[in-house]
């Protein structure tokens, strides 16, 4: 048995033309039913008249008493209808029979002129008309009743609707068959769009570029758009392979070359382990280093893979106190800081909240790298020096800023050094990757990344975000 799918939106049209145009048509059969019955029972009730008004015209007056001149009666008028069996009654107003059937039911009241009504008589349902024909004086007046049997209207009106009934299923059927045609012509710019897709799948991931009805554009236009995240994620899965590759096959390979060096020489110094140790042990805190970098590498890779801005959704953003935010990760920061010999200040005023909206991992990798940035790089006299966080606001942005005092960048490296793999001191160990990911999260938070040597020696790195409340807003929206 064939499974009708109804999630399918061929059948869901289909059916939604079909139901509809068959209630329609069986309202409207119904309703010509009715208006035929009625139209019908009115072109019999004239032709029963008219029989009624030939006998009229066959009555002659004598010596004052009505009288019919009709041997032998026949309705002329009813030719149309001679298979019906026809009844008549003619008789005085004293009740005498002029002509016709003597039992045949007269209406209960005789009030109006003509006058229709339905009878049984001789086993037969009939339709009777009944008139009264004055005559020159009241005893002179008579009553004419003509009456016919309903099988004829009956038949008349079945076999008109019979006709209207199957006009009314081919005019549905053929309604069907254009509606499942025009269906099925109406969805070909999907089935085109469907090859378009595959074939765009199996060359190339391109932008589509079929023709296609409105109401189909926006489906096109949202796949275009997967599209070229789809293209977007492909190509950042391929240069974070090549980034990965680059960065990790150096480091890796001096971690080999070190093992197999640490490894001869512990073979070969095996008769006097004692001298071949400071040997070993120098190899194996190279073999530390390298490690260390390869995993902070990894970290900032891994960071830089995931603050990208086309992977990221806006929902993810939620409103965040910068001050109270910035002076948590200052506190998580100092005794690294400090152990290094390092100092870090955070400067903040308490009674003005910032309130941005931010994805608060993300600003703290920022965070984090920026301060990292100032301890390596922001030496002064060779030693570290005092790095500086500041938060604080206008009318229209929140913004923190970091500051260290080491020699700060040539202005004409400020543009390119937020740059991926940008790296200005090869002397010192580094991924170039911090800025890289700062910059990132600016735009994703569409924050403005602002660089600048200080006048009084450093280098000063403010992330500008859009304010999302103002403090006494949000004060009364806790409150």
């Not at 005019?171 to 595959?198: C, D, F, N, Q, Y």
């Not at 240069?239 to 150096?250: E, G, I, K, M, P």
């Not at 993810?316 to 948590?328: D, I, V, Y």
Request: proline share 5%; net charge negative.
């Amino acid at each position: 048995m064939l499974a009708v799918n109804f999630n399918s939106i061929r059948v869901r049209l289909i059916l939604g033309l079909a139901l509809p145009m068959i209630a329609i048509g069986l309202g409207a059969l119904l309703l010509t039913s009715s208006l035929l019955s009625v139209q019908a029972n009115k072109v019999f009730d004239r032709m029963l008249l008219g029989a009624a008004h030939s006998i009229e015209q066959r009555l002659e007056i004598r010596d004052g008493q009505a009288m019919l001149d009709m041997p032998y009666f026949t309705l002329d008028t009813m030719e149309s209808a001679s298979s019906e069996k026809i009844f008549y009654r003619v008789e005085r107003v004293d009740g005498e029979l002029l002509a016709g059937f003597n039992g045949l039911p007269m209406p209960e009241t005789r009030d109006k002129s003509p006058e229709y009504y339905n009878t049984l008589f001789a086993g037969n349902d009939l339709r009777a008309v009944f008139i009264q024909i004055p005559g020159t004086s009241p005893s002179s007046s008579v009553y004419i009743l003509v009456a016919e049997s309903l099988h004829g209207r009956d038949q008349f009106t079945f076999d008109i609707l019979n006709v209207l009934t199957i006009m009314a299923l081919l005019t549905m059927i053929l309604t069907m068959i254009t509606a499942m045609l025009a269906v099925r012509r109406g969805l070909l710019p999907l089935k085109h769009l469907s090859e378009s897709i595959k074939h765009s799948a199996e060359q190339e991931l391109k932008p589509l570029h079929s023709r296609v009805p409105p109401e189909v554009q926006p489906l096109v236009d949202s796949i275009n758009y997967l599209i070229q995240r789809v293209r977007d994620n492909i190509e950042h899965i391929q240069y974070f392979n090549a980034d990965v590759s680059h960065q990790l096959r150096t480091p890796l390979a001096e971690i080999k070359t070190l093992s197999e060096l640490a490894q001869k020489e512990l073979v070969s110094g095996s008769a006097d382990p004692k001298a071949s140790a400071p040997s070993q042990r120098a190899r194996f805190e190279q073999i530390e280093q390298i490690t260390d970098f390869l995993s902070r590498t990894t970290q900032q890779l891994l960071s830089y893979a995931k603050t990208r801005q086309s992977l990221m959704d806006q929902q993810m953003l939620q409103p965040l106190e910068l001050g109270a935010f910035c002076r948590e990760l200052v506190m998580q920061q100092a005794p690294r800081i400090y152990q290094r010999g390092g100092e870090i200040e955070f400067i903040c005023d308490q009674n003005s909240p910032v309130w941005v909206r931010a994805d608060k991992l993300m600003l703290t990798g920022a965070l984090t790298n920026l301060i990292d940035n100032a301890l390596i790089y922001g030496l002064k006299n060779g030693q570290p020096g005092l790095i500086s966080v500041t938060v604080g606001h206008d009318n229209q942005s929140g913004w923190l800023c970091v500051q260290d005092e080491g020699p700060g960048i040539e202005e004409s490296q400020l543009a390119s050094v937020t740059d991926r793999f940008v790296r200005l001191d090869q002397q010192t160990p580094g991924t170039g990757l911090g800025l890289a990911i700062v910059r990132q999260v600016c735009d994703i938070h569409q924050a403005q990344l602002e660089l600048r040597n200080r006048s009084q020696g450093g280098l000063e790195v403010c992330i500008r975000l859009p304010l999302e409340l103002s403090a006494s807003e949000h004060s009364g929206t806790e409150a």
